[in-house]
């Protein structure tokens, strides 16, 4: 919709998808998948305004916590969470984790790899146009 001009109709798409996953993740019984799948839509949808990191890094973290904090996919949404709410030492840590439970040569580790080296700089190689290309 969002190619044809209609935002509005996009925006209000989205935002139905978005309450679907929260009570999916709210569900009495909800697993890890249903709390990191929510997690990861508030942080890489479009239109970015319906993105809510804080919120995400709560499900993302319940996620993790159900899993022991050894689940590569729900790391990475944890990590990402940290980035988007200012915690940078908590993201590099996170996407740290990530890297390691990855086999090595893993493309999307050598990506997070590249990212912690950036945060380390201080730079961040998490722009809209990175978020873009890992949208749910």
């Not at 996009?10 to 249903?34: C, H, T, W, Y």
């Not at 090595?104 to 873009?132: C, M, Y």
Request: hydrophobic share 40%; proline share 5%.
């Amino acid at each position: 919709y969002i190619a044809t001009g209609d935002a509005d109709r996009a925006r209000s798409i989205v935002s139905r998808l978005l309450d679907a996953k929260r009570a999916a993740a709210d569900a009495e019984g909800a697993g890890p998948q249903a709390k990191n799948e929510y997690a990861w839509s508030l942080l890489t949808c479009d239109p970015v305004d319906l993105r809510d990191p804080a919120t995400a890094l709560e499900y993302a973290r319940s996620a993790n916590e159900m899993t022991g904090f050894e689940d590569p996919t729900f790391l990475d949404s944890l990590a990402l969470a940290h980035h988007r709410t200012g915690d940078t030492a908590g993201a590099i840590e996170d996407f740290r984790a990530y890297v390691d439970a990855r086999p090595p040569g893993h493309d999307v580790a050598t990506e997070r790899r590249d990212w912690i080296e950036a945060l380390e700089r201080g730079e961040n190689p998490l722009t809209l146009l990175a978020l873009a290309e890992i949208a749910f």
